[in-house]
């Protein structure tokens, strides 16, 4: 039966403080590649470092050496919640599985993802097509 385990801290601040919160990120990720929906797995290791700001802000400006600042929601931080989006920037927004190609898809010149050559909308000599001719046909069809 796996524990969990929770920690709490009160930390006062004044009218106005900032609260940096910094670490590094270690774990491994499995995704979906983008061309053929296989697993690809990865190691995610990087740090991180995040400035809250906390308190009302008055019309003078403070100079702070992050360059961004974002405000604490309410009076608690989920730190769960900064890791789990701190993880999400880190993933590999188009993850590709090793050797995937777009042809293997079908979306290449000249496969099954592309015009038809019957249709008259692509150039069968260079493997190109016009997509918003297709589309205007089906605008048509309609």
């Given at each position: 039966m796996t524990q969990r385990k929770r920690a709490e801290r009160?930390?006062?601040?004044d009218r106005r403080a900032f609260l940096r919160v910094?670490?590094?990120?270690?774990?491994?990720a499995v995704q979906r590649c983008v061309?053929?929906?296989?697993?690809?797995?990865?190691e995610i290791d990087g740090p991180?470092?995040?400035?809250?700001?906390?308190?009302?802000?008055?019309?003078?400006?403070?100079?702070v050496e992050f360059e961004d600042v974002e405000p604490l929601p309410g009076?608690?931080?989920?730190?769960?919640?900064?890791v789990a989006e701190e993880f999400a920037l880190m993933l590999d927004p188009y993850?590709?599985?090793p050797g995937a190609a777009l042809k293997q898809?079908?979306?290449?010149?000249?496969?099954?993802?592309?015009?038809?050559?019957?249709e008259g909308k692509g150039d069968a000599a260079t493997g190109s097509y016009?997509?918003?001719?297709?589309?205007?046909?089906l605008k048509r069809n309609k």
């Open positions: 009160a930390i006062p601040m910094a670490g590094r990120i270690r774990a491994p061309v053929t929906l296989q697993p690809v797995h990865s991180f470092e995040i400035m809250f700001e906390a308190g009302e802000r008055s019309g003078k400006e403070v100079v009076e608690e931080l989920d730190i769960g919640e900064v993850p590709r599985a898809a079908g979306f290449g010149p000249g496969e099954a993802g592309s015009a038809p050559e019957s016009r997509p918003f001719e297709v589309l205007a046909t």
